[in-house]
């Protein structure tokens, strides 16, 4: 079975300041795929990146970026200057099977912004 | 890009009355749909994956003869939770498998009185 541990439930930082969202996994899979999704007040969730078990290369997309460590499980997700924009619960996932993707959630992280 | 639609956004219905939820995918046909349930201010749980043509796969813990799935089409799968009480309040996510990604739908939020 798998599983996704987002240990921060909730994170406040003021504008502009950088936060890191941490998200661990467990799976006896060597091929898996990881997630983060960005679910605003409106509910629906929006999706942010992929990433497979083969690609350890970090990933950079404007203000956000994702480390991934597989010596660790980890897949962490930091947003630098943040905004107030970004005020979010954010969900890191977990899928085995590639093509009909089951995505095994973690329990979120809400992250507030502060103006 | 690719769209799935639910409908309704929202409902309120009694104690002991079914609603139906549908999933569309817009402009992609989906082999394979998810539908997936979100009580508050928690994460969101797998209830069964949605195949075209045949049976849905439930997931342990879920009642298939309370929520009952159809998938007619290659866009179009239905939720329908029967006999709705009170503690199946919550809010209901599809998503749809394209050719390589996962969409999700933008929810429906059910309150049954």
């Known amino acids: 079975a798998q599983k996704v541990t987002q240990a921060q439930t909730e994170i406040s930082v003021v504008e502009k300041e950088d936060v890191t969202l941490d998200c661990v996994y467990e799976t006896r899979d060597t091929t898996y795929y990881l997630f983060w999704y960005k679910q605003p007040p409106s509910g629906e969730l929006v999706f942010l990146i992929r990433?497979?078990?083969?690609?350890?290369q970090n990933e950079i997309s404007g203000r956000y970026s994702w480390n991934f460590q597989k010596s660790t499980s980890s897949f962490n997700f930091t947003i630098t200057a943040s905004q107030v924009v970004d005020s979010a619960v954010y969900f890191c996932a977990l899928s085995v099977e590639f093509g009909n993707e089951k995505l095994t959630f973690g329990t979120g992280t809400r992250l507030t912004i502060i103006p | 890009g690719a769209v799935v639609s639910q409908h309704p956004s929202w409902v309120i219905c009694k104690s002991g009355t079914s609603v139906k939820i549908e999933c569309r995918s817009l402009d992609f046909q989906a082999t394979t749909m998810f539908w997936y349930r979100q009580f508050p201010k928690q994460s969101l749980m797998l209830m069964a994956t949605?195949?075209?043509?045949?049976?849905?796969?439930?997931e342990q813990g879920v009642e298939k003869d309370k929520f009952l799935i159809n998938h007619a089409s290659l866009t179009l799968s239905t939720l329908t939770v029967t006999s709705a009480h009170p503690e199946d309040s919550s809010f209901y996510i599809c998503?749809?498998?394209?050719?390589?990604?996962?969409?999700f739908g933008p929810g429906t939020r059910l309150t049954v009185l």
């Open positions: 998503s749809a498998h394209g050719l390589a990604d996962q969409f």
């Open positions: 949605s195949n075209e043509g045949s049976k849905a796969t439930y």
């Open positions: 990433r497979n078990s083969f690609d350890e």
